[in-house]
């Protein structure tokens, strides 16, 4: 999604469940023509970036359909999409968050975090820290956030359990992190782990740790959901386009063949010997019979990541 591209779009509001947001945006009834555009910024990784939504020249994604369903006139919105594929949350406050300031957002999305969960160096503190500096940035300018927690890339990946463990128990302790800082900056917030990844497989892309183009239009509906509950004035919901059958088995392999070998290869020097650490740990935690002690020192570490922000 090239930075700077306009969709049509209307208005947006707090939120409910848990996070209260309390910022408000405007853009006008239905955005009239000579009204100035809400302005829209998304900031995260691949997933906000849009990957496994492909567009002519790149992706759309679940950020700029919802965008084009958050006003009425076409002119109503003036989107920009920084989020970029690999991004960690160091990332978000070295590089995208300047630039969003720049921009002035009235509305901005944060979601980032499930590539942290897939590097040797993981720190939850670290996390924390970045994910917090971005969202009180932005909120100390009066813009409403968007936030989502993420669902486990072990099981999207169905890694084997020794693997796919500790990866889980990293992943939960980043979501503590999240629903805890939504709350606290008053984000409109998505249950997004919640939503059926892998009980529907047309909901992943190929590569099964990214949404379709499907389960792209599901986070935007779902975004879309949350800010008319909040009472914003909202265009119409996003339209999906025409549902194809999802990735077979023989998608699947082909793409490992062809493309997941190098995915993979790509993250070697770093993920693969983190992993085969961890898998180590685990197995010796199952055999003491001590992985509910792992849970426990993880969800203890996200505690004191909270207890440790200014």
Excluded: K, Y
């Excluded at 509305?107 to 503190?125: C, E, H, K, P, S």
């Excluded at 084997?160 to 999240?178: H, I």
């Excluded at 509950?229 to 793409?255: K, M, Q, S, T, V």
């Amino acid at each position: 999604m090239n930075p700077g591209r306009r969709a049509a779009v209307r208005e947006p509001a707090p939120h409910r469940p848990g996070p209260v947001a309390v910022a408000q945006f405007s853009t006008g009834p239905a955005a009239a023509p000579g009204s100035a555009p809400l302005r829209f910024t998304a900031l995260g990784d691949s997933l906000t970036e849009g990957v496994g939504d492909p567009a002519p020249g790149g992706w759309r994604g679940w950020a700029a359909l919802l965008a084009g369903g958050l006003a009425e006139h076409p002119a109503g919105v003036e989107f920009h999409n920084l989020a970029r594929s690999g991004a960690l949350s160091h990332d978000l406050t070295g590089a995208q968050l300047p630039a969003a300031l720049a921009l002035r957002p009235q509305l901005a999305a944060v979601v980032v975090g499930g590539n942290d969960t897939l590097r040797t160096g993981f720190d939850i503190r670290h996390t924390a820290r970045e994910l917090d500096t971005a969202l009180g940035a932005l909120a100390a300018e009066g813009t409403l956030l968007l936030t989502a927690c993420l669902p486990d890339p072990g099981s999207l990946l169905r890694l084997p359990g020794p693997l796919a463990r500790p990866l889980a128990r990293r992943m939960r302790a980043v979501n503590t992190v999240v629903h805890a800082l939504s709350a606290r900056h008053r984000t409109v917030h998505l249950h997004l782990a919640e939503l059926p990844w892998t009980a529907e497989r047309g909901l992943l892309s190929v590569d099964r740790l990214h949404p379709s183009a499907t389960g792209h239009h599901l986070i935007a509906v779902g975004f879309h959901a949350r800010l008319a509950e909040a009472g914003h004035r909202l265009g119409p919901a996003p339209a999906a386009a025409p549902a194809g059958a999802g990735p077979g088995r023989a998608a699947d392999l082909w793409w490992m063949a062809t493309r997941g070998t190098s995915w993979v290869a790509e993250r070697s020097t770093d993920l693969l010997p983190g992993l085969v650490a961890l898998a180590v740990a685990e197995a010796r935690g199952r055999l003491r019979g001590a992985t509910t002690r792992l849970d426990e020192q993880m969800a203890g570490a996200a505690s004191a990541a909270l207890a440790g922000l200014p």
